[in-house]
Nanobody, 131 residues
Framework: QVQLVESGGGLVLAGGSLRLSCAVS????????TGWFSQAPGKEREFVAS????????YYADAVKGRFTISRDNRKNTVFLQMNSLKPEDTAVYYC????????????????????????WGRGTQVTVSS
């Protein structure tokens, strides 16, 4: 089994920054794509960003392009989400997820875009952006 644990959430003023981390442990496997998703109260879980095992392929939701950056350190089995210029509408619980078996680089971002495509999930970390 694979465990993912998110950290780094918190309360921040609009325009501020946070860096989320996702530590992966357990039966680690190579060539897994990691994604970040957000879920605001009363809304469905939404795609935020994804990154391939090598880091050569990344993809971002339009709402976060230019503000968020996803990265990974495979030596430490950790994936990061740097969140800058935060807005109140970014307020949500942020989840880290992983899926294996996707080519690297992927053929199309849609191979790791939908929540149902991911096999393993963390419990989430709350991000609250106040205006």
């Amino acid at each position: 089994q694979v465990q993912l644990v998110e950290s780094g959430g918190g309360l921040v003023l609009a325009g501020g920054s946070l860096r989320l981390s996702c530590a992966v442990s357990g039966r680690t496997f190579s060539n897994y794509v990691t994604g970040w998703f957000s879920q605001a109260p009363g809304k469905e879980r939404e795609f935020v960003a994804s990154i391939s095992w090598s880091g050569d392929s990344t993809y971002y939701a339009d709402a976060v392009k230019g503000r968020f950056t996803i990265s990974r350190d495979n030596r430490k089995n950790t994936v990061f989400l740097q969140m800058n210029s935060l807005k109140p509408e970014d307020t949500a619980v942020y989840y880290c997820a992983a899926v294996s078996g996707i080519p690297d680089p992927w053929r199309h971002y849609s191979e790791a875009y939908y929540p149902e495509q991911y096999d393993f999930w963390g419990r989430g970390t709350q991000v609250t952006v106040s205006s």
